[in-house]
């Protein structure tokens, strides 16, 4: 089995049984603690796996290296999805998570690196959100993502996660056969109690 070799933190549901898992993936310079509550939030019944990215960009934690705002080490963000996806699969065993209600929500390069995943077919999410989400990979061989849900929650203003480069990843998506929910307010890339709200309503709570 491979290592839990990711610092993380992991909330079990407070009842015991069929709570789904949220899969918390956090920004540039956040940690395993930023989306506690945000899971908390989306879902209060689940229990919350929160990994920390490994890679530091001046300090900040990230889940993979950029070369500038925007413009991301492809061979790096390969590297380190499948990396993701290990410690993903050694914390299910770990855990004892029911893999079929991991639920990933990501936000910005959480986002980013969740799409990655989904994009090279091995995600170990049937689920995602994916809040101020961005095209992480240029080319990617076909996948089929029949069955996968994701709901990708965006800004109209959002000078980072640009309109026009979340609607191509939502057609990525789309085309690969993934059931899309593609929604726009009209804010920036900060999170709003709006995200909150989508996402609870997207996970039919
Ligand atoms: C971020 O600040 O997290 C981003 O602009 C998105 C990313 O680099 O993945």
């Known amino acids: 089995m491979t290592e839990i070799d990711f610092i993380h933190r992991f909330i079990p549901a407070k009842a ?33 796996l929160s990994p920390r ?3 530091l960009e001046n300090g900040a934690p990230r889940f993979f290296r950029r070369l500038a705002e925007g413009v991301f080490d492809e061979a ?5 999805a499948r990396e993701l996806a290990d410690f993903v699969d050694a ?13 990933a929500v990501g936000y910005s390069n959480g986002a980013n690196i969740a799409s990655a995943m989904v ?10 959100i994916l809040f101020r989400a961005m095209v992480p990979l240029s080319q990617t061989s076909p996948v089929d993502l ?28 789309r085309h690969a056969g993934a ?21 609870h309503q997207w996970l039919g709570l």
């Open 16 to 48: 015991a049984g069929a709570a789904r898992t949220l899969l918390l993936l956090h920004g540039t310079g956040g940690n395993e603690n930023d989306l506690l509550d945000l899971g908390q939030a989306i879902d209060p019944d689940a229990a919350l």
């Open 119 to 128: 994009l090279l077919g091995i995600a170990k999410f049937p689920e995602a």
């Open 91 to 103: 914390a299910v065993a770990h855990y004892e998570i029911d893999a079929k209600k991991l639920v």
């Open 146 to 173: 029949a069955g996968a849900r994701i709901l990708i929650s965006a800004g109209e203003f959002d000078p980072i996660a640009q309109p026009g480069i979340t609607k191509a990843l939502a057609e990525l998506f």
């Open 53 to 55: 990215g490994k890679v």
């Open 76 to 80: 790096d963000v390969i590297a380190r």
């Open 179 to 199: 059931d899309v929910t593609l929604k726009f307010q009209p804010i920036g890339h900060e999170l709003t109690p709006r995200d909150v709200a989508l996402a």
